[in-house]
């Protein structure tokens, strides 16, 4: 039996997905699972119990996804910080993740599952990254820029998510996608996570469409802003190298434009020179990790 593609929604629960998704629907959602030990304490069930319930939750929640065109979600797994935790708690979720991830990569392939992660160590390696790339002179240290870091971190293939819910009533990211949600509407939740429900979410959604036209217009903000910046910086490079060779930085407007566009062109011949590069790096990376483990 499938985990995420069986099942369907109840009729009411149809009708009023029916109704939601007549406005702006979310592409992709972020969640925190938290609560699963205090679920288990209040069930008074082993701790385990409440985790291997949280994992059950996360199967219910994709399929609602699924129904509601929700293509992409990412779950905080296990943050670099749950190390911490008693050597016995750690070796029950590695069990967990064991038993069901394979499984779960058969079944669907839109959900992203953060494991042993935190947002800073991300943000810190994709600045190591670009670094890497200015040393072995694949990039120029003027190519470094906010979209170059988007680029470099492990969700560079994904959109960023609308909505980020934390469950569990509490209410801070804990060093979760940190760079990802600045523009995503945060939802925090006071159900525990094995309880979570189709309304729960719902509820969620409803409040990504009631804040969706203020969240989008900071997005096109930020987006224009970026450019924006981009281009001051290379028309500055083009007027110092019009200097240098004794042109008029102000004079041929025609010779301008093309040194700008030149300039774009050399430096996105240099950047995805460097994030092939950098993919083949991981590759080998993951390869000898694979190895290591076997
Ligand atoms: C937070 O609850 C949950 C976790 C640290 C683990 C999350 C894991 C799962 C939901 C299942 C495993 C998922 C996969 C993909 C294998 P908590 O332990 O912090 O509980 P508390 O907040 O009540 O203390
Ligand atoms: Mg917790």
Redesign the pocket.
């Known amino acids: 039996m499938s985990w995420i593609k069986e099942g369907e929604l109840s009729l009411w629960e149809r009708f009023c997905a029916n109704i939601i998704k007549a406005g702006p629907m979310p592409k992709h959602i972020a969640f925190i699972m938290?609560?699963n030990?205090r679920y288990a304490k209040k069930c008074q069930v082993e701790r385990q119990e409440g985790h291997s319930q949280g994992f059950n939750k996360l199967a219910e929640t994709l399929r609602w996804c699924l129904n509601l065109g929700i293509l992409e979600v990412t779950v905080y797994a296990f943050s670099i910080e749950n190390f911490k935790r008693s050597k016995s708690e750690v070796d029950g979720l590695m069990d967990l993740a064991r038993q069901k991830f394979s499984r779960l990569m058969e079944e669907q392939c839109f959900l992203n599952v953060c494991f042993a992660y935190t947002s800073r160590h991300e943000i810190s390696n994709a600045v190591r990254e670009m670094a890497w790339g200015v040393e072995q002179g694949l990039l120029d240290p003027s190519d470094i820029s906010e979209s170059l870091l988007d680029k470099c971190l492990y969700t560079n293939r994904s959109p960023h998510p609308d909505i980020l819910i934390r469950t569990?009533g509490?209410v801070r990211l804990s060093d979760f996608l940190l760079w990802q949600t600045s523009h995503s509407c945060l939802v925090f939740q006071p159900v525990l996570w094995p309880e979570y429900t189709f309304w729960n979410l719902f509820e969620a959604i409803l409040q990504f469409q009631m804040n969706h036209s203020v969240l989008q217009k900071a997005r096109d903000m930020y987006a224009e802003e970026r450019k924006r910046q981009q281009l001051e910086r290379d028309q500055a490079t083009v007027t110092e190298q019009l200097l240098q060779e004794g042109l008029q930085a102000s004079g041929d407007a025609q010779l301008r434009r093309t040194r700008l566009h030149k300039l774009s062109a050399r430096r996105e011949e240099r950047v995805q020179g460097f994030l092939q590069a950098l993919e083949l790096k991981r590759a080998d990376w993951l390869a000898r990790l694979g190895t290591a483990s076997a």
């Open positions: 938290d609560g030990r569990s509490e």
